[in-house]
């Protein structure tokens, strides 16, 4: 009986880079550097999110000087926007 010579599914990079292994490839987004950290000796981390379009509370007072009617989630982005 000979061996046949079998690829793993881990050391074959067209099943690696397929639309079918796109959920272990999400995966490793997520392993890989929670692993790089720990061995640099960092088990906590924060993570902030923000946005390109909010601005302080300054600048969005003189873009809204003489309206009455504001929306509320823009008051809410511009201060959320000062609490950080």
Known sequence: MTKKNVTK???N???LHSRSARPL???AEFIEPEERLRKHGIHNTIVFFGSAISVDNRTFRKQTP???VVPE???RV???HEAC
Do not use: G
Request: charged residues 20%; aromatic residues 12%.
């Open 9 to 11: 599914a881990y050391d």
């Open 13 to 15: 990079s067209e099943f």
């Open 25 to 27: 490839r999400v995966l």
């Open 66 to 68: 003489n309206s009455t």
């Open 73 to 75: 989630k823009a008051v």
């Open 78 to 80: 511009s201060n959320a």
